[in-house]
């Protein structure tokens, strides 16, 4: 009768379980000895190549630096000898959710070619940067109770709206009480153009000077500041017997545009037009156009209204000064003084 195999050799762990027939040799525990190395293996190469791994006795850990004596090891760490941060300022760690570091106030520097918003032109002023994104804008003069009841003339305050009827700027003007009321709409004025901030983005300009055709040296002339104290344009009046005429200058007071307007500056029911053309006046640009607001309001006010078109790729500085133009328009030709209005109120009643 052949003789039997014997039985599989079976391991036990702690306890006395048994492990599976084919789970292996078990680990070590006693003495610390962990799991035995591989036969052959004379441990971790060293820098040198040499097979010396424990590390020699002797062995104080890591090394620093010469001179750097003021690093506090642990205790029963080796005695080494890194150097602490001194007191300069150390620069902090991001937290979840804030600015990187690095760049101006914290902020990385946006890489080249980021997606965003674009960038605005080199040469706009700022708080001008809506004017580069648009084609038309609409100005809106408020009515003041005050001056269509008494006669008494207040501070011209103006609307500036895109096609949608949203508000974009806000123009105020800064006249004093006797100026307003002595000299009418010949008066001098500075006007205050300001954003949905009460920021001032531009200041308007108008000094006193004559507007007939008898003095063709003293025109009138608006000067446009993006921002205040920094010219960027002129509205000049152009000598002409019967059409009004305007040139829109820049900086350096060289014509870049002309305005001309219709010689009846009276149209019932209907929008008066002033075109723009280029310097030479053969090309059409634009132009302004004084739009009608209602019988009531056209005779017992003079609150106008405007709408104002330009190239969309038009410079920046040359549409604010094509819509300084028309502020000087609507004072010249619009705006009806006390006594006109409340001569044509009795008149009427």
Known sequence: MPDKPPPPEVHTGQGGTPYPANYGAPYPTGGNQGYPPQPGYQGYPAADG????????GYQGYQPPAGNQNYQPQAGYPNAGYMQPSGDAI?????????PGGGAAGWAPAPQGAPGPPAPPANCPP??????????????????????????????????KNTMN???????????????????????????????????????????????CCFPCCLQ????????????????QAWSCFHPRYKINDASDHTLLRVKGPCCRCNMCGDIEFEITSADGETHVGEITKQWSGLGKEIFTDADNFGVTFPLDLDTKTKATVLGAVF?????????????????AKRLT
């Open 50 to 57: 040499s097979q010396n791994y424990p590390p020699p006795g």
């Open 91 to 99: 620069a902090m760690q991001p937290l979840p959710g804030g600015p």
């Open 127 to 160: 708080g001008l940067e809506y004017l580069t994104q648009i084609d038309q804008l609409l100005v809106k003069q408020k009515i003041e109770a005050i001056e269509a009841f008494t006669g008494f003339e207040t501070n011209n305050k103006y609307e500036i």
């Open 166 to 212: 949203q508000r974009v700027y806000v123009a105020v003007e800064d006249t004093c009480c006797c100026t307003r009321n002595c000299c009418g709409s010949a008066r001098p004025f500075d006007m205050k153009i300001m954003d949905n901030h009460k920021k001032e983005v531009m200041h308007l300009s108008r000094p006193l000077r004559c507007s007939t």
């Open 221 to 236: 002339k608006l000067i446009v500041e993006a921002p205040k104290g920094s010219v960027i344009g002129y509205v000049r």
């Open 328 to 344: 000087l328009i609507d004072f010249m030709y619009f705006e009806h003084d006390s006594g006109d209005v409340k001569k044509e």
